[in-house]
Structure formats: C-alpha cells, structure tokens
C-alpha cells in the first residue's frame, strides 16, 4: 500500500465549535497528525467562544510546524457548512441547568442516575430537546454540503445520530463513541500479561462489538490471531468481585472520584450473561433495573457524576481555555485515543480504518429492526463507511437492549411528528422508570416537562398535568 | 351458502383425556351441536380418569338425541392418535405440588403471582416441565396423523404451541384460549347499552386481537358495522377507578373471590396506552412490573389464585365428575363460549370461522419477529388455519411484548437444546424476576429448580446451585 | 349472527362515472341487493357520460322496488369525493388510439401481446400514463375522505392500487379483479362431476389465492371441507392438450373469438409446475417467455384482443347506453359475479367476507418483499380489509413472479420521481421484451414513448432516441 | 501495526490437492510469502496426483529459502482434514466427459454456452453432480476440524458454498473467485492514465463489489480516496464499440483466443444499468438472455470455450506437472493475484485485509434473501470473516439477479432432499432456457441427465423421461 501522501486540502466545518473538550482534542489529534491540509470552520452559537477557539486552533498549528491547519469561526451555520468536506457536530442542547433537572426530579422519586444522559427519565428528557436541534442541523447539511463526511459526537447518540438521517436520508454520518476502547485497553493489556510483556496496544486488541450505543457488548476477541474470549471471561471471574483497573483510582481526586469505574459492573454482566459488556460501568448500570446496579452503586464502586461537579468542572475548562487563548503553554503535542483523525484519513484514501461505530441498522445486528441506530465496526475506506456484519446479541441481552432499540426509535418518530401523546406511554416502559408504578411516572414525567419546557417545541412541551 | 351437512364421521384424539374441565365443556358442546358424527378416543396417562371420561361422554350422547358421538379411551397415545383428523392437547405436567413451588419459592423472594402459569417465575419453570412432554406429543402427530388438525389448551400456551411446531414443522396446529371473550362481551354489553336494548350478542362484537397469549391487546373494534374503538376507549376511561363487572361479584364464593377481575388492570393500561389490554386482569398483570399492579392486587381488585384453593377445586371436580359417573343428572345442554367446534366444523367445510388463536407468526403482527408465537384472528375454513393480517403494536407496548415473546423462544431453544446455561440468563430478564436483584434471582432460581427436579430432563435438571 | 339490516345511508363516489362497464354492473348489483341504501355520485371527465349513467342508474332503483338507491353526476372529484363512505375507480388513461400503438409497435417488433394492459411492453407504457392520474386520485381522497373504502378496478392493477398507496399511505384501498373466479367455477364444476349433480355454486369452491394480479397461483382448493388439490392437478392434466371450456365456445361469435380461453396455458402451467395457475389464459402468457405460448397462441387456443375491436366494441356500448338512456328495456336483474356488493356490506357489518384482491404485501405472500402490491384472499369485516396469510409460491414459479413485482415497484418508484433514466432498464428487463436483443428493445422503447408522449408528465415525455 | 511475525505453524488441508491449477499457484504464494509456516496435507481421489504435487511442493519450499512449507499426500478425507487450520476445497466432481456434455446436448438446441459452469443448462447440471460430493465434505470438516478455516475454490461457486453451509452451518467458510479483479485492475489502469503515471496497483483501486458469483456489480470506486465512478462510465462508454484490453490479444494463441474478452460485454452491461457489470464477459453473457450477448459473440468479441480444448489444455499441465516432478525448473517467484494467502495471514493476525468472497447473505447486499450466497467485500482479521455491508442493487439489475439466487437455493435444497420433482420446473426458469419452448427444454434436460446420471444420487437419476 502507498504511503497516505494526500496533498489535497480538506474543509472541517465543527458544529458547536466552541466546545470546550472535543474541539481541543481534535486541534491535538490534527497537530500532531501532520499529513492533513485542511481548513476549519468553527460555528457556535456562542460566537465568541468559537472566536476563542479558532486562536486556539491557530495556535496549535503554529507549534506544530508540519500542520497545514487553518482555523476560522463562522457567524451561521450555513457558512460553516457551505463547502464542507467534512462535518464535526458536537453540542449541548439546553444548559446544565437543565441536566440538573434531569436528575434531581428522578431522585425525588428515589430514581438513582449516574449519568442520565442516555436512557433513563434524564436521556429521555434529553432527547427531546436535542433531537429538533440536531434534526435542523441535518437539514442544512442536506442543503449546503451533502456528501460531507458527518461525525455526531453529541449524546444521546443513538437518538441523534437517528435523528441526522431522518432529516436527510443520504446523509455519510456516523456516531463515534470511546466507551469501547476501555475494553480494548483491558484485552491488550491481558494480551501483554499472558505474553510476559508489554507488547501489544490498544489497537492490536481486535473486538467484536453489537449493541446499542453505551449498551455495547462484545461477542469475540483477539489480538495476534490468538481466540482471547475465553481469557477475557476468564479475567472478568476473576475480578469480578474486587474490581479492577489497569492504573489505581485517587479517591481524593473529584474527577476519578465522580467517574470512578472499577469494571465490576462490566464484570458481573459479562459472567452472568456470557458476553462482554463492553461500555463504562455508569453507562451500562443505567439501561437495566435499578435493583441491578444502581441501587448498590457503592459496592460496585461506579461514581454517580454530579451536575454541580460538571457545572464546576466546566468552569474551570473555561478557564483553561482563556489561559490557552491569553498565552499560556499549549498542551505536548499527543494524540487522543479518538479515531476521528483516522477515520478522516482512511475516507480520503489513507490507510483502510475499521471501528466501531453508531450507523442505522442494515443487518450488522441481526436481530435488532432495519434502521435502529446500532453499534458495530465498520470500514472507513475511499468508499466510505460501510458496517461490518457482527451477528446476533444472544437471546437473554437482546430481550434487555432491544426494548431500548425501539423505545430509542418511538421517541424520535414521536418528536418529529410532534406527537405528544405518544410521549409518556415510552416514558413509562424504560426500566428505571418502571419500579416507582405507573401513576407516580406520570406525575414524574409531567414534573420533568415543566422543568424543560422552555427548551421544547410547543406542541411536545403542553403536556402539561401539573396543576 | 349450504347448510352444513357434513355426514363424514371424524376422529378426535383427546390427550390428556381424563381432563376434568375441558373435556366435559367439548361433550356438552358435541352434545349440542348435534351435526357432527364423530369418535372421541380419549387418552391419559391416567387411564382410569380417561374411561370414567369415556362412559359420561357416551352418556351426553344418549342424552341428546341427536347427536352421533361415541366415546371410547385408549390405552396408548399411538393408539390414540393412529387415525385421528382433530386431535385436542389438554394436559397438566407435573401435579399441582410442583405448581405449588412455582407461586411459594417466588413469595419468600417478595414477589406476587397472580396465576404463575404463563410467564414470571411460575410461568418459567412450568415451561421447563411441560415443553418436553408436548415435544413428545408433537412428534407422536407427526407420526401417526401428521394430516390432522390440532388444538393446544395447554398452558403455557405460546410456548408450549411453539413446542409443536418444532416437533413437526408441518402440523396443522394451533393454541385456543378464551380470554379475549371477555372484552367482546364487554363489547357486545357496551354496543347494547348505547342502542338501548339487547340486541347484540358477543359473536356480533369483532376484535382486532394482536399479542402474545395472555397479554393480548385490540386496536380495533366493531359491532354491526360501526367503529367502537373510541366508545370503548371512554367506557375504560369511565370505569378505571371504580372497576366494571357486568354480573356483581359474589365475594362470599370462594370461587369467585380467588379469580376476581373487576377489569381494573384492563381498564388502566387502555387508558394508559391508548390500545385495549384484552385478557384476564390476573393474566395481564404478570407480564408488567409488579409495582404496576401485583403491588397493589387488592387496590386493583383483582385475585390471586392460591394452589391450595386449585388442590381443593380439584377435589370437588373429581367428585363431581364420578358422580356424573354414577348416574347423577347431567348438566343441561347448552354450548359453552369455546370456539373449537365452530373451528372444528369449520374446517370440516362449514360455515367460514374466524376467532383469535395462537400460530407462528407468518407477518400477522408486524414488529414481532417471523417465527415467534402470536395471537391474532385467524380463518377457519375448508383451506384450513390461516393467520389473518393484524398490524402492529403501538412502540410503547411492543417494548412491553417483545421481550416476553424472544424469552418464550429462547427458553424453547434452552429446553430442546438442553442448553442447562442458557437457562438462568433469561430467567433474569423476566420484569418480575427483575426487581429481585441478580444475586437473590440466582438462588431463587437455584431453589425453584431444584423442587422441580425430578420432572426435568436430567440434562436441565443438574443446575444445581443450592448447597 | 344478526341478519343484515343496515339502514345507514351509504354514500359512493364512482370516479370513472361515465364507465361503460363497471357502472353498469355496480348498477345492476346494487339494484339486485336491494337491502343497501346508496348515494352514488358519478364524476368523469366526460361529464356527459356520467349524466348519462346517472339517467340510467335512476331506471335500475326504480325498475327494482326495494333498491334504495340514487345516482348524481358531479362536476368535480372534489365534490363526489366529498362525504364519500365509498369509493370505485375504474378509469381509462389516455384512448384506444394509446392502446393501439402499445400493440402495434412491438409487433413490428415480432413481439405478440394478447392484451397488452399488465406487463409487458404494452403494460408498462400503459402504466406510465396511468400511474400520475391515479396518484393525483389518491391525494384527493386522502384531502377529501381518507376514511373511505376505496376499491381499484383499473389496469395496470397491481401498479395503480400501489400508486394510490403511495399518494395517501393510509388509504382504505384494494384492488378488485374477476380472474380467479374462472378457476373456483372450475373447481365447483368438477366437485359437482365429482358428486354427480349440480349441488356446489362458485361461492362454495374455495382457493387459497397467491401471486400478482393476472399471474394468480392457487396452492390449496377445497369444497365442502374436502381437499381438491389432486382433483384438480388430475383434471389439468387430463384437459391440458384438448383445452376445456364448462360452455362450448362460438368461434363465429367476433367477441368470444377474440377472448377464446380454453385453458390450455393455465392446464400447461398447472402440469409443469404443480400448482394451479388461475388467471385468464391471455394474461398469464404474458408474463412468461413468448417462446412458452404467445409463440404458438393457435396451438393453445387463446385470443390475441385485437385493439381495433375494442374500438368497435366500445361503439357498440355507447349505443346500448344510449339506447337505455332513451328508454329501451332494462336488462333483467341478476347480480353479476363481481364480489364489491359483498365487500360492502361486509364492511359495513353485513356478512363476512374473504375474496381475493390486491393489497401492499404484509407478509402475506412470503418470498415477496413488503410493500409490493399481492392478490391474495383478504376478510372484509366491520374491521376492514385484511389480508389472509397465503403462504408461499413453490421456487420456480417464485422466480417468475417476483422479477415482475420487483419491477413493478420500481416502475411507480421512477414514475413518480419523475426519474426517466430508470424506465429503460426496466423495460429492458421484461421477459417479453428480452429476446429482441437489447439495441433493437431500445429503439422500439423510444418509439412507444414518442407514440405516447402527450399523455405523459413532461419529464418522462423527454426521452427522445428517434431522430 | 506490529509486523506479522506469526511463528505458530499452520496446517493446510487441500481437498483436490492433485489439482494442476490452484495447487500450483498456493505454492508459489506460499513460496514467495515467506513469513507462514506450514504443513500442507494435499488429498485427492487420484492419490498419485497428490504425491507428485507434494514432492513438486517441496521443490518449491526448497527453492525459497524463507518458506517454512512442508507438503504430504494423505490418503484420506479424514487424515487430511484433521488438525488442519485451514482447508482448501478445490475439485472437479465428474470429469471433462460430463462437462463436454453439459455443453453439446444444449448447442443442439441452439443454445451457446460459453462456459457452463456456472448457470445456464450446463451450470445446473454440474451443480446436481457436485453438491453430494461439496456436501460429504463439509459433513467432513464438521467432524474432523470444526473451527478450521475453508475456502472453496469450485464452481458453482454460490452453489457450491451454499452446500458447505447447509452441511454444516457453523463452517468457517467463503468461496474465493478472482473475477472481479480485472475490473481493479482496469480502475488502476484509470486511475494512472488520469494521473499521467504508473503510481497505483490493483490493490489501491478499491471496489464495493455485490451482486452473486460472476454476476457481479460493482456501484462505488475510489482510488486514493478519490471517488473514480463516473471516470469508470465515461471509460465504458468510450470504449463500449470498440472493446478495451490492457494489453493486445494474441488470436494466434489458442488459449487467449478461447478466453477472449474484451470487456464490450462488460462495458454495454454498465453503460446499460448504470452500475459496472464485474466479472468476465464470458461469465456475465450466461446470466442473461442469449439475445443479448451469446448470440452476436464474435460482435461482442468474447471466446467460447470448447471443452475440447480444455481436454488438451490438461494434458499439456500434466505433463508440465510430471516435468516439474522430474526436475525442470521452477517458474520464478511471483505471487499469482489470488488473496488466499493474504486472507489466511490476516486470520492469523496479520494486516487485516478486503477482499470480495461469497458468504451467506447476513443482510450485505439489501434486496437479496437472507442465507443465499452473495459476493461483496468481507473483512478478514483475527475476528474471522466478516461481510462488509455493500447495499442494494438497482431495481432493474435487481429483477436479473435474483431469479438467479433463488434458483441457486432451490436447487441446493432439491438436491439435498433427493426432491427429483423439483428440478425441471428450476431448470425451465433459466433464462439460457426460456427461449426454446417448455417441451424442448423438458426434452432437452432428460438428455443432459441421462447424460451425467452415473454421477448423480440414485434419487435425482431416475428421472428418465427418454425412451
């Protein structure tokens, strides 16, 4: 194969370009990768945090003398998708004010979330002010660069991604999610151990993935050729109990605190169900009962993140990002575990990529309906992005994933046809809703409608049962 | 259309012949048809209950002049079988002891059955000693009258009717139960009521039933022409919190009391879902969380059946069925709701027959996967049995079905495989089993195992978790 | 069951009012049935034609005392589809003049068509002209009744019921065609030899119906609740190289010569393939090879339709209009074997029906993809059209069928997105057209469409390959 | 990527290890590989052939001195098969007397074959006589090395694959066929003319492949991430008349003159459908009607192959095998353009690679049933074979392909169920045979299997319809 000499420039338009976590990974990722000439447009609704991040941007590429990056912030949408090769969409639809609602009504009705998200009352709510958000951006793809590459990044992914191609059918979109490659770091790293050495990284560690995005799981394992399902099962039993982590947690740290993961959750499923759970154990805890995981969150040692901790965090990455823009050190450059550079090179005709990522349903899980949003691998290649058949989630996974599959389906047919009585009979059949019975989820439901109305269409936010 | 005529004498295979309920109802519904020319051989294990069968049945034929019916018992089910055009497959497996495990091992865990035959831990473990047996059977029609028609009473219905169709791919099978008669008789009360005079009978109210057996739903209703979906729909919005019955409720008849259904359950998951929940209150609250409605049982008004009360029941049927035997008064003729002899002459060339029944699914519940067992309406007619198009769920119930009906193939996998591993992972995912938590489940599952043991294939019998 | 006495005024809008054909026999029926109360509102372009068939239809309600029905013609499809309970479309797109040159061209061509209105090159330039003004029909029904029973009479079948799905998805619609019905009088002719009397009518011979519409297979027939398959293969075989007609044929006679049936294709087929093929001998050669019968139509006994005396035919019934307008004598009242009265009240609650028409695949023929347009048996009930399970066409006779579904579908497809550049390849493909060669079917193409080119939307009227 | 220094020996297990085509080229592959080391176990019925191949093998291991190769003749199935991690399946079930007849008994009624292995009257009939022998070895392979990889490399292909699956469903197989590389390489040829220099091979032309063995399509191009589609139709039409070759053909040289193809087959298919047609001219002429393309071979410029030349070109390898026994020299170490070896190192562990193999259909090409055998790209990794979603034919190419699929899986099943009724009604719908009346070809087909019935199951042979 020739060496990836791709002199022709690329135009990156990054939709919530003011980002303060994914555009900086990606100004790292496209300095540090060199080859890529390309030209990035940053659009936000929050101009001046798009304005920061395109002094930023320029910033990295001037420290990287082998980046032919160019940074600039546009005022509209259209602008920044207006000869776009590529598309980055990356948003928070609503505030954290409104993810704080997500969580702390539930939690009145002793709903526990560690996340909330996803699935859930909170990704339920989520999704719906995200989807006529992300829906519009899909329309203007459609219209101003429709053969763009599209790479969501925005959660609920499954949603979402569901709601791009519903906007625009032809769209060349995909929903990238690193929760995988946790499971991709344990197996290289029992790779290594059975070796006697360290000698395998995380992408010698070849997964087999199916599910739905945060409710992945992996059917097959290898690394070198070598069948390391067995091992992996193996490993899980043996941790199990007493958890694991490649590196130790600092408790004393909030972050590792909030988003502690010691696997037992992974662990458990995995040896009671056969195959690998393969998410973060916070996700993974949140698409089953609560009797399961959630209700002993301390003793499988998963964090529950606080919206005030995300509300605090997110200032100081304001921070950070301010000090970047007056001056201060950049970061060293190295590459994030992120394959979205890859991804990009392997659609211009570099070097043939294959992960896992979030695409309408083909056949890649059989099983599960034509057109859910799905998580498999699939190829990145100059034909485009194409999924990799992955079979079948044995009998008892699938009746817990396939419920979500379509509940994930009903909601975004639900707000894009502005129908809300179809709302909360969905509501009410997710399984953390379920245990608190059916009168209590409605007075939840309408409780968390009101917290949020303001950032719904009109005719989804009348639901309206609170006196 | 002719009159039916049809002088060609049938044979009608009766496993589990010595039946106290079901048979009686098919000799009084013979009785009373009186155009039929048939020979019932009547086959049970217990031969004794088979040939008391026997001799009352040629007394209802004495009884009713008209009728050209004989009765004979069998020593052998080959013997049964060899010849049959109908056969009819009403057995208990195992005994009410075993039944009795079912619904007291889940109690001490804090979970409440209302039957425990269908799904939920109760319905689970039955499954697992009853679908060998109808195997069995199935393969026994295949054998000696793979041309004859076949009527499932047995429950668990879907599975066991699934059970069939993998013993012999070709039979002509399918699985009766009346609990959807009872919303056509609401029907029919509910047409007369707005009409102002009795006039409607509940063959004239016509259902659109789709679902699996016992969590049956109907989203469309007609009496005489005229839609009565949205008369319906406010009738359950009416009596949802008071409850309907349309005779009062003898809560002195022990009878009575134990099988209370005041449509309580029925009513609300209408109103809640926008679609009719058409079965049995007791049926239907089995298949949701138990904080819907188990929690509530006595707020919703609706019975729990108690083994001890069956084992009393049973009793009284024996008695009554030796004094019948003895020369006691027969039961005046009167046909009873059951469907099969109209499904019977039917087939038999009569006139065309439509009611709702258990198949395969062949696309009639669209959503449901091909294969899975449903219950819709199906044509009865000189051509046979054929699934009529039924449409599709509502996303909010059909995440509410799907589940139950890939359990119910899995499990049927699980046994036919003996696939002992297979087993434990679905038993978790059952709602009701859910709530439990995944360790308390296992040894759950570990006890009710093991009070069943001996009626298991030994294969699935070895699970054997308790100390 | 209750009998029949609806009293509810029905309301039926005829599009296509000023038909020749179908009004007159829905005029007949409708005075025949006598237990309906109807409005009929005829629209037509020619709105003459429809004043003329009001005037008539006005002589049949008072001619039959009991029949309590009243015909209008009106002006605009908006104002007959108006309040419509009921709606019949049988139109004629484009004239004879269109028909003629769909024969006369391919038979430059050596290519032999016997009716030239389903496949075929004559069906698919027929389907071109029809397809916008049916789909034009849809739209309107979907703004002015969407909650009608609509039922389609007009050929291309299976392309024109799809059309109407197409422009008003939830459209009450199927499509009604009397070719079947050929074979269940066969079938009651040979259960009646079989007895030795004349005891069973049509309506007692039943077939289990499968295919598309005049490319029908029968793979089940029964009367009385016997099995006939076998009857029926032995008569095929017995009659497949005499032909056989139940009335003997007058060659003399201009209109039985040119639509002589003998049965010989249907037997051939029958024999070869070992299932009853059931629909007229002159519609089922055209979906096969012209090697197989069109070749050698003499030898099979089947008429090629001239147009040129459908011209002269056509004459012939506008002067028997005219003459019933002006006062000649009634025909006397018999119903004809058309099945839409029956529909009707059927739909209206009378007695169930099941017939064969043509619906969007639902499952009911398996092997054919969803959506495409079927004929299979349906019930009609007060819960509408429903489609009855059928099962699936043995292999061989699989691939003949579905190459024509397949490119039927993609016809209305490319019709309807106005796509011109799909229309060659798939006229290309058809069996008929194949073995002119590939150059010589592209030329012959262009000059159909210049022949039709002023009945066509102007971008599918663009290909323009003669110079 | 690590390098692949994958030192774990491998076992290879040729079935048909005396073949004078395949055989070689697996050695000159492995010879050049270097990095594999391996013991290749060769069985053949003609035991002698698979010794002087193994001793011709370890001439060539000799030779290179990197290879780790070593070749045995085993004298059984069995002892080939067990232990191997790999098998080959590359046999001639009958022998060139059969396949002379395949050929001859059709020219007489008028159908030209320019192959006959594949489809048409000759494919169906060599397909009858190896699926027993395909089937016995899958059986094989199920017993004695389960978790092996297979390639099959016999034609019919999609048959023949399809036997291995039906014989054992887990069976690690796909068939390998290298039709489609021409097209590669005529989209590198493309590629560098537009570049102005020889840059790309045929590995970096990159094709979405889909469609059945030798009727394959190919919808997407790139080259170096540069989308080549349309360059590929501009190239088809402009060389459509005239034909197109990389380098001149020799029509002196029997073999190039019997071989032909000049891609205007090819080129008049894509600029037809719009898709590129993809496999040999020879090949794609037989899926089609012999209208189109057999019937004007010298026009269209493709060879016919006479059987009569492959009887010689035989001779003329075995006696190039018994000089290379004997000691002549070796050809010169290059690697033929087969992926075997690059599949086998990526299943190892390797380089993960793409390739277009035959698999059943998971859903990789829409629109064609589940399981048929398809050809679109896989992905070959240490996670096994895995097919790479390749989309859905354009309707018109659709209603070509499918019959074809179809007829290839009813004809496996008829096989396998010894079901001889079933195969004339197969035989009559292939499109070579349409043409020459349903009579003649039933004629016709009782001579072909009198022809081949000493090699045929007892069951299929009886069908003797020729005095």
Known sequence: ???????????????????????????????????????????????????????????????????????????????????????????????????????????????????????????????????????????????????????????????????????????????????????RRTLAFLANQKRGEIHYRMADAKVNVLGINHFTWVNAMSVDGVDMMADYLAFAEQHRDSGWRERPIDMNDEHERYFEDMSKVKFDLTCRFGIAAAAGDRHLAEFVPQSWYLDRHRDFAFGLTPVEYRIRERSQKVAAAEALDSGAPLPPPAPSEEAIVEQLRALLGGEEHVSNVNLPNRGQVAGLPEGVIVETNARFSGLGIQPVFAGRLPPAVETLVLPHALRQTALLDAVLNRNADALLPLFLSDPLVQPIGLARAEQMFGEMIAATRHCLPQELACYCIIP
Chains 1, 2, 3, 4 share one sequence.
């Open 1 to 183: 194969m020739r060496t990836f000499d791709n002199a022709r420039p690329v135009r990156i338009a990054y939709v919530g370009g003011g980002s303060l976590n994914w555009a900086t990974k990606l100004m790292g990722d496209l300095a540090h990768d060199g080859t890529l000439t390309a030209e990035v447009a940053l659009y936000d609704i929050d101009h001046a945090a798009a304005e920061r991040n395109a002094r930023i941007g320029q910033r990295y590429s001037a420290a990287a003398p082998s980046a032919k990056v160019t940074y600039t912030a546009e005022k509209t949408l259209a602008a920044a998708l207006t000869g776009a090769d590529f598309v980055v969409i990356s948003i928070l639809p609503g505030t954290f004010a409104e993810m704080a609602s997500d969580i702390a009504i539930p939690e009145r009705y002793g709903i526990v979330q560690s996340v909330g998200d996803t699935v859930g009352p909170g990704g339920f709510i989520r999704a719906l002010r995200a989807i006529p958000a992300i829906y519009e951006i899909g329309l203007a793809i459609g219209e101003h660069c429709p053969k763009a590459y599209v790479v969501n990044l925005t959660n609920p992914m499954s949603v979402l991604t569901g709601a791009l191609f519903r906007a625009f059918p032809d769209i060349r979109a995909w929903g990238a999610c690193h929760e995988v490659i946790k499971t």
